[in-house]
Nanobody, 124 residues
Framework: QVQLVESGGGSVQAGGSLRLSCAAS????????MAWFRQAPGKEREGVAL?????????FYADSVKGRFTISQDNAKNTVYLQMNSLKPEDTAMYYC????????????????WGQGTQVTVSS
């Protein structure tokens, strides 16, 4: 099966930046959608950013991160990135990379493959 490995998480001060990476064992251009989800303690997993490989590679962002986060993809490296700027304490969560090979992008956590997660902690 496809393996996804996240990296780049860590602890930063509010207002700081991090870039998360998701390395895939398969060609990411074969996926229908790549996504970043996050889950904070006591909360359900929520979609953060999505990027479609069809239809012009449209991107989608949760309202809470619009203007601060950017999702991108480097097919040559089979890697998806999440650039996170102006981080807030509310962004603290475990961040997961996900891939979907059937259908299109969705905000629901209905993806075929998931990474193990990388922790992001933002202090005030």
């Amino acid at each position: 099966q496809v393996q996804l490995v996240e990296s780049g998480g860590g602890s930063v001060q509010a207002g700081g930046s991090l870039r998360l990476s998701c390395a895939a064992s398969a060609y990411t251009y074969n996926s229908r959608c790549m996504a970043w989800f996050r889950q904070a303690p006591g909360k359900e997993r929520e979609g953060v950013a999505l990027i479609a490989n069809g239809g012009g590679g449209n991107t989608f962002y949760a309202d809470s991160v619009k203007g601060r986060f950017t999702i991108s993809q480097d097919n040559a490296k089979n890697t998806v990135y999440l650039q996170m700027n102006s981080l807030k304490p509310e962004d603290t969560a475990m961040y997961y990379c996900a891939a979907k090979f059937v259908g299109g992008c969705t905000w629901r956590p209905e993806y075929n493959y998931w990474g193990q997660g990388t922790q992001v902690t933002v202090s005030s």
